[in-house]
């Protein structure tokens, strides 16, 4: 929503609380805003920085692959958390 209507992270705060059209999108009843605006930053970086592990890690997979260290179609993938 925020993209589309092209708001600032505050504004996005702000509708998200009291904006009815927003409150539906969001499969919420208006009220309190549904978070802080620095959960908008922390949340967007976070995505910025997934993209780029997941980058890095398609590239070390197929760096592998054409050195021969992994072979065949299908990879089992563990990750700890």
Same mark, same amino acid.
Request: net charge positive; charged share 25%; glycine share 8%.
């Given at each position: @929503?925020? /993209? /589309? /209507?092209? *708001?600032? =992270?505050?504004?996005? *705060?702000?509708?998200?609380?009291?904006?009815?059209?927003?409150?539906?999108? #969001?499969?919420? @009843?208006?009220?309190p805003a549904l978070? *802080?605006? &620095? &959960? $908008?930053?922390?949340?967007?970086?976070? #995505?910025? *920085?997934?993209?780029?592990?997941?980058?890095?890690? =398609?590239?070390? $997979?197929?760096?592998?692959? =054409? @050195?021969?260290? $992994?072979?065949?179609?299908?990879?089992? #993938? $563990?990750?700890?958390?």
């Amino acid at each position: @929503l925020q /993209y /589309y /209507y092209g *708001v600032s =992270d505050g504004e996005a *705060v702000e509708r998200s609380g009291c904006d009815l059209r927003w409150a539906a999108a #969001l499969g919420r @009843l208006p009220g309190p805003a549904l978070c *802080v605006r &620095t &959960t $908008l930053v922390m949340f967007r970086s976070r #995505l910025v *920085v997934k993209d780029q592990l997941e980058k890095l890690f =398609d590239r070390a $997979l197929q760096h592998a692959k =054409d @050195l021969g260290i $992994l072979q065949g179609d299908k990879l089992k #993938l $563990l990750i700890d958390t």
